[in-house]
């Protein structure tokens, strides 16, 4: 078995800039993953993993044969270049490197009835993190990006959404594209905004249904509101007109489900 105990090996120094750039993950199509939790889930997810670092005084080589079956490197590390590699407080001992998936609106794969999540423009990894989570939670057919601030997998995103990046079917495109895509598929599409809009509840989200949402700070794009079925809005009764994006999401989302009988 490999071994690496020096945080200047260059392979080392490779995987700190995928934890740090996504131009170095874009480049090479890979990207790390932490925890046991996470790698499980990325598996189950269809992610190739290449190579499994692990310190040994936190995890087994037979723990890593039994969570990946799939052929793989593995590298034991010490202290020093687990510390450099990890991202979190909590240590789990276990990293690994798995290769991207493409992120085309062609590759998804939909129910006959779907309930899909459009997010427009989203930039904090937290509030992706967080839309995901629900999403997974609601167990969507899939979340679409419009216009995407941020690296799908920057490691923050990967943190915060706990694994759900890799449970959920995600793909990215412009705006033009996802409407349009919307549109070819003949699924209703419903725009969360304060313009010209009706209360959420009062809409059928019990046929093929794409709810969308954009920015706390600018809310969507006007072509969302002029091509949407229909515009909607969460009435509120406080002194302010927005609330986490991820919160309306939610809101949104569980009530597409109960109307369809969860």
Request: glycine share 4%.
């Amino acid at each position: 078995m490999k071994q690496i105990t020096s945080v200047q090996n260059p392979f080392i120094k490779s995987l700190v800039l995928l934890q740090e750039k996504a131009k170095a993950r874009k480049q090479t199509g890979t990207f790390l993953i932490e925890g046991q939790r996470e790698i499980s889930l990325a598996i189950k997810g269809g992610y190739e993993i290449e190579t499994v670092l692990f310190l040994p005084e936190l995890v087994s080589e037979s723990e890593i044969n039994k969570l990946i079956q799939n052929p793989f490197q593995i590298i034991e590390i010490n202290k020093e270049v687990y510390q450099k590699l990890a991202y979190r407080d909590t240590t789990e001992g276990i990293l690994a490197v798995a290769k991207t998936k493409s992120l085309k609106l062609s590759d998804l794969k939909l129910s006959d009835n779907p309930l899909i999540l459009v997010v427009e423009s989203l930039e904090k990894p937290g509030n992706i993190g967080a839309v995901l989570r629900t999403a997974d939670a609601a167990n969507l057919d899939a979340v679409l990006i419009a216009n995407p601030k941020s690296d799908l997998y920057n490691p923050n995103i990967v943190r915060s959404s706990v694994g759900c990046l890799f449970t959920n079917q995600i793909a990215t495109g412009t705006s033009e594209e996802i409407i349009a895509f919307l549109k070819e598929k003949k699924i209703n599409f419903y725009s969360a905004t304060l313009q010209n809009s009706t209360s959420y509840h009062t809409q059928n989200f019990t046929t093929p249904t794409a709810l969308v949402v954009g920015t706390e700070a600018t809310g969507l794009t006007q072509q969302w509101r002029d091509e949407a079925t229909q515009n909607i809005i969460i009435p509120m009764q406080g002194e302010i007109d927005s609330m986490n994006v991820s919160v309306a999401a939610a809101i949104l989302i569980f009530e597409a489900k109960r109307q369809r009988g969860f």
